[in-house]
C-alpha cells in the first residue's frame, strides 16, 4: 500500500499570500486530519475530513480551511499569511482500530511552510 | 497548558543506557498511543495501549498505561543510536475523536 502523500515538501511564500496543501491518505481511507507542528506548540489539531465532510476542527482561525474530494484527497488553505504561520504541515489518513476504538493515524512527511 | 504533559523535554544520553519517558495528564483517556518521529517526517506509530495497567513491549521499548488511564511511560532498555528521535505521545480525551499529542521528548542518544 502506498503511504500517505503530501505535496509540496518544501515552499516560501511572503506575508499575505495564500497556500494550498495537498494531501492524498491511504488507499482505502475515508478519513483524513490536518495538524499544524511548530517547535513552540508542538503538533495541534486543525480539522479532520470524513466522506468529503468536515467532521472535527481545531482551535485556528478561519483563514485556515480546507476540504476533501470523492476520491478522499484533501487540501488544506492557509490565506492572508503570517509569520507564525511558519510550520510543518502534517496530514494523516486514518481508521479506527478494531477492538480498542482507537483512532490510529498514518503521516505523510509534511510540508513544510516558511512565511517571509 | 497542555493537556498531555511530556518529560524531560530534552534526553541525551550514550548508548548502552537506560531511559525512560513520562507522559502525564490530569484527563482519563480510553486509549494512549506513542509515536516516533525522525527528523523530514512523520510520526510514527510504535504502540496503542487500552486497558489500564497495561504493560506492552516492542523489542527494547517497554511501554505502560497507568492504573488510572492518565498517564503512560515508555521505557527503553540499552538504547541505541537508532533510537534518536522526537517520542510523541497521544491520545483522545473523554469522548472526543481528535488526537491530541504531548509536547514531545527529543532523545538523542549518542555512540
Known amino acids: 500500500k502506498a503511504g500517505v502523500t503530501q505535496t509540496p515538501r518544501y515552499l516560501i511564500k511572503t506575508r499575505g499570500q495564500q497556500v494550498t496543501l495537498s494531501c492524498s491518505p491511504i488507499?482505502?481511507?475515508?478519513?483524513v486530519s490536518w495538524y499544524q507542528q511548530t517547535p513552540g506548540q508542538g503538533l495541534q489539531f486543525l480539522f479532520e475530513?470524513?466522506?468529503?465532510?468536515?467532521?472535527n476542527k481545531g482551535n485556528f482561525p478561519g483563514r485556515f480551511s480546507g476540504r476533501q474530494f470523492s476520491n478522499s484527497r484533501s487540501e488544506m488553505n492557509v490565506s492572508t499569511l503570517e509569520l507564525g504561520d511558519s510550520a510543518l504541515y502534517l496530514c494523516?489518513?486514518?481508521?479506527?482500530?478494531?477492538?480498542?476504538?482507537?483512532?490510529?493515524?498514518?503521516f505523510g512527511a509534511g510540508s513544510r511552510l516558511t512565511v517571509l | 497548558t497542555q493537556l498531555l504533559e511530556q518529560s524531560p523535554q530534552f534526553l541525551s544520553i550514550q548508548e548502552g543506557e537506560n531511559l525512560t519517558v513520562y507522559c502525564n495528564s490530569s484527563?482519563?483517556?480510553?486509549?494512549l498511543q506513542w509515536y516516533r518521529q525522525e527528523p523530514g517526517e512523520g510520526p510514527v506509530l510504535l504502540v496503542t495501549?487500552?486497558?489500564?495497567?497495561e504493560v506492552k513491549k516492542l523489542k527494547r521499548l517497554t511501554f505502560q498505561f497507568g492504573d488510572a488511564r492518565k498517564d503512560s511511560s515508555l521505557h527503553i532498555t540499552a538504547a541505541q543510536p537508532g533510537d534518536t528521535g522526537l517520542y510523541l505521545c497521544?491520545?483522545?480525551?473523554?469522548?472526543?475523536?481528535?488526537?491530541?499529542f504531548g509536547s514531545g521528548t527529543q532523545l538523542t542518544v549518542l555512540p
Open positions: 494523516a489518513s486514518s481508521f479506527t482500530a478494531r477492538g480498542s476504538g482507537a483512532n490510529v493515524l498514518t
Open positions: 488507499s482505502g481511507h475515508r478519513s
Open positions: 475530513y470524513f466522506s468529503e465532510t468536515q467532521r
Open positions: 484527563s482519563v483517556f480510553s486509549s
Open positions: 495501549v487500552v486497558t489500564g495497567g
Open positions: 497521544a491520545g483522545s480525551p473523554g469522548s472526543a475523536r481528535q488526537l491530541t
